[in-house]
C-alpha cells in the first residue's frame, strides 16, 4: 500500500499481518479522497477502526493539519505506529488503541471538533449504524463537518440518523462509500483554516 497524492505521494505504508483488517482498496480510497479535498486544507480528520491508518495519512498528505487514529486491533495498531512512524508526521497525529465507543466517549468529554470523519468498521455487525448513531448528536462535528461510512453495498446505513443525512454514495461492487452532513451544505462553505 502507498499515499497515492500529495505531499507523501509513493511514499510506502505498512499494512498488519492476517486477516483481522481489511485495508482500503485504492480504488476506493482515491475515490474518497478525491471527493473529500473541498474538506481537507486544515482539517481536524477523525479516523475511526483506523486499521494501518491508510486513509487518515492519506489525508495529512492532502493538506490535512491533525488526523486521530482509533484502532484497538494489535496488530493494525503495530503497522498504524510503524506508519506514523515513516512519514514522521507523529507531531500532527494521535493515536488511541481502544474500542470506537469508548474512544468517542473520550473525545467527547475533552470537547474535541472534527471536520471530517471516516469509519470503515469489520462488515460483519452492526458498528456502522451505531457509530453513525453516536455521531448523529454532532457533539463532536464541526459546522459543515461530513462524515463518510465505508461498508457493504447490500448493508446501506439509514439515510439519516440524528443531525447526519447522507448526501451521496459511490459503489463499488460490495463496497460503497456513503457520505453524510451535519450542516445544510454539500460542501463547506470554507475551510477550517478560514473558519478559524
Known amino acids: 500500500m502507498r499515499i497515492i497524492a500529495g505531499a507523501y505521494k509513493g ?3 505498512t499494512t498488519p499481518r492476517g486477516d483481522t483488517t481489511r485495508p482500503t482498496a485504492d480504488q476506493v480510497r482515491i475515490a474518497l479522497l478525491d471527493t473529500l479535498m473541498p474538506w481537507l486544507p486544515e482539517a481536524r480528520v477523525l479516523d475511526l477502526f483506523a486499521g494501518a491508518g491508510g486513509v487518515g495519512l492519506e489525508a495529512l498528505s492532502r493538506g490535512a493539519a491533525h488526523v486521530t487514529f482509533v484502532e484497538r486491533d494489535a496488530r493494525a495498531m503495530q503497522a498504524l505506529r510503524a506508519n506514523v512512524a515513516t512519514l514522521d508526521v507523529a507531531p500532527v497525529v494521535r493515536v488511541l488503541r481502544e474500542s470506537v465507543r469508548r474512544a468517542l466517549h ?5 470537547a474535541a471538533r472534527f471536520d471530517v470523519v471516516f469509519l470503515d468498521p469489520p462488515y460483519e455487525g452492526d458498528d456502522v449504524r451505531e457509530t453513525l448513531e453516536s455521531l448523529g ?3 463532536l462535528l464541526a459546522d459543515d463537518a461530513v462524515v463518510v461510512a465505508q461498508h457493504l453495498t447490500k448493508r446501506a446505513p439509514p439515510a439519516s440518523t440524528g443531525a447526519l443525512t447522507a448526501f451521496r454514495t459511490r459503489r463499488f461492487g460490495e463496497t460503497t462509500l456513503t457520505f453524510f452532513r451535519a450542516g445544510g451544505y454539500d460542501a463547506p462553505s470554507q475551510s477550517p483554516s478560514q473558519r478559524g
Do not use: G, K, M, S
Not at 473520550?106 to 475533552?110: C, D, F, G, M, Q
Open 137 to 139: 448528536d454532532a457533539a
Open 11 to 13: 511514499r510506502r505504508l
Open 106 to 110: 473520550a473525545l467527547r468529554v475533552e
